[in-house]
C-alpha cells in the first residue's frame, strides 16, 4: 500500500537522498512543497524537480514556498550542500517548470481535499508549514499525521551549540508546528547520528554501477568530505531519508511522548528544542496536545540501512565477510 504524502523539503543531498528512498519505498507523493533552507528556495525547487525526473516521477508536481523565514533573516547551508545544494556535482537541471501555487496554500488545498488522508513529511525548515497552519486553523484535523527531521533533543546541536538545523533556520516556525493539536513525531539528531553509514557501505555505493547508486554517490561526495571533519572517516547522516523512513514505517522504531518548546530569545541557545522531562512530572499521554511531541526512543538502523542501500540498487555485503575457504 502506498502511503500518500505531502513532502515539505529544501533539497539539499540528504533531502535527495530521502526523495531516492521513498521512490523505492513505496511513498506516494501526491505533492513536494519546497521552503528556504540549505539553499535558497529556487535553487531547492529547481533540485526538487531534477532528482524526481532522475527517479521518472515526472507526474509528481513540485511547488515552492517560503523564500525566508518567519522573523529572521534568511541564512544558507552551501557549506554542507554546495553551492547548488547538490554537492557540485554538475547534475544537469531538470527544464520542467515548476507547479504555479504557493506551497502553503498547497498544503492547505490537498488537505481539504483528502480530509484525514494525507501525511505530512517535513525535512526542511518549518517555514510552509507554519504559514498553512496560520492559512487553515483545521488543519491538523485534516492532515492524517505529522513526521518532521528536526530538533536535538538532550545531544548537541549542528547548526550551532544547542540547535538543529531545520528548527534553527526558523524557530518560531517550529513553535507554531509544535502548538498545533496533531499527532508530530520530530526526527531529532538524537537519532539520526545514528545513521552515519559505515565506511563499507560508503564504498559499496561508489563502486555499484546501479544508476541510483552512481547519483547518489556523485550528490554525496561533497557531504562526505564534510561530515569527515565529525566523524573522522568519510560518512554521512542520513537525517532526511530515516524521517521519510518512519513515515513509511513507523513499526521500525519505538517513541514516546515529551512537552517541548522552542528557545525564542536565547542569545546563544535560540532554536533548541527544550523538552522538560523532570522526573516529577507527568508523562503526557495525549499525542495530540499543543505542546506535546513524539520523539524516537531506538530504532532499528541495520534495518534501514538494509533498507536505504536497496533503494539505491545496492545489495548489501556482511560487514568482515569471511573469504570462502576452499574445500
Ligand atoms: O539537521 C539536518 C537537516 O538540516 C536536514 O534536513 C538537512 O537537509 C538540513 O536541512
Ligand atoms: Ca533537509
Known amino acids: 500500500m502506498k502511503l500518500p504524502l505531502i513532502f515539505d523539503c529544501d533539497t539539499g543531498i540528504d533531502d535527495a537522498l530521502a526523495l531516492m528512498y521513498g521512490a523505492h519505498h513505496g511513498a506516494n507523493f501526491v505533492a513536494c512543497t519546497v521552503t528556504h533552507g540549505n539553499v535558497p528556495v529556487e535553487v531547492g525547487s529547481r533540485n526538487t524537480v531534477t532528482v524526481l525526473d532522475f527517479l521518472g516521477k515526472q507526474e509528481v508536481p513540485v511547488f515552492s514556498g517560503a523564500a525566508r523565514p518567519l522573523a529572521q533573516p534568511l541564512r544558507t547551508a552551501e557549506a554542507v550542500h554546495g553551492e547548488d545544494g547538490l554537492g557540485d556535482a554538475k547534475i544537469t537541471p531538470s527544464a520542467r517548470a515548476l507547479s504555479g501555487d504557493q506551497a502553503a ?101 561508489e563502486k555499484s554501477t546501479d544508476p541510483r547508486a552512481q547519483f547518489a554517490a556523485n550528490i554525496m561526495d561533497f557531504y562526505l568530505e564534510s561530515y569527515e571533519k565529525s566523524f573522522g572517516y568519510r560518512t554521512c547522516v542520513l537525517h532526511d531519508p530515516l524521517a521519510l523512513a518512519l513515515a ?80
Open 105 to 205: 496554500a498547497v498544503i492547505v488545498r490537498l488537505a481539504r481535499e483528502n480530509p484525514g488522508k494525507l501525511s505530512l513529511v517535513a525535512v526542511g525548515p518549518l517555514t510552509n508549514i507554519a504559514i498553512a497552519l496560520l492559512l487553515e486553523p483545521q488543519l491538523p484535523a485534516l492532515i492524517k499525521n505529522v513526521v518532521i527531521m528536526g530538533g536535538a533533543v538532550g545531544v548537541p546541536g549542528n547548526a550551532s551549540a544547542v540547535a538543529e538545523a531545520n528548527i534553527w533556520h526558523d524557530p518560531e516556525a517550529a513553535q507554531v508546528v509544535i502548538d498545533a493539536a496533531w499527532d508530530v513525531l520530530f526526527v531529532g539528531l538524537e537519532i539520526t547520528l545514528q545513521t552515519a553509514l559505515t565506511a563499507q557501505a560508503v564504498r559499496q555505493i
Open 248 to 327: 513509511l514505517e513507523p513499526q521500525l522504531a519505538e517513541y514516546r511522548l515529551v512537552q517541548a518548546k522552542v528557545e525564542l530569545r536565547g542569545s546563544i541557545s535560540r532554536g533548541q528544542i527544550v523538552s522538560d522531562q523532570r522526573m516529577f512530572l507527568p508523562t503526557p499521554t495525549n499525542p495530540k496536545a499543543p505542546g506535546v511531541i513524539r520523539i524516537v526512543q531506538n530504532v532499528d538502523i541495520a534495518g534501514f540501512h538494509t533498507r536505504f542501500l536497496s533503494a539505491l540498487g545496492v545489495p548489501e555485503e556482511q560487514e568482515n565477510a569471511q573469504a570462502p575457504t576452499s574445500p
